[in-house]
């Protein structure tokens, strides 16, 4: 059983920064697909940012395209996203999952991922 815990979420002012970690337990870490996906009230959970299985990628969303950087410690099995010039649309809950066989842009569909940690609130508002 792979368990994921998000943290660093909170309130930031638009043009903000937050940086938002995820500490994983599984022991194949650094092989697994792994990424950041979101979902805002009303909406659909959509992937933010993601590496694909045999460190593929990483890959993004148009919307976090320059903004967002996603990257991993495989040392520390922690998963990170360092969040810039934060918008209010970028409000939402961030959660992190995994799976072990994702290849390519298909580690932002969030349907394809198993594990999943409980998430983090992130509010951009004045």
């Known amino acids: 059983q792979v368990q994921l815990v998000e943290s660093g979420g909170g309130l930031v002012q638009p043009g903000g920064s937050l940086r938002l970690s995820c500490a994983a337990s599984?022991?194949?870490?650094?092989?697994?697909?792994m990424g950041w996906y979101r979902q805002a009230l009303g909406k659909e959970r959509e992937g933010v940012s993601c590496f694909s299985s045999l460190g593929g990628g990483p890959f993004y969303a148009d919307s976090v395209k320059g903004r967002f950087t996603i990257s991993r410690d495989n040392a520390r099995q922690t998963l990170y996203l360092q969040m810039n010039s934060l918008e209010p649309d970028d409000t939402a809950v961030y959660y992190c999952a995994t799976n072990p066989v994702l290849y390519g842009r298909n580690c932002l569909e969030p349907g394809g991922l198993e594990y999943w940690g409980k998430g983090t609130l992130v509010t951009v508002s004045s």
């Open positions: 599984n022991s194949i870490f650094s092989t697994v697909a």
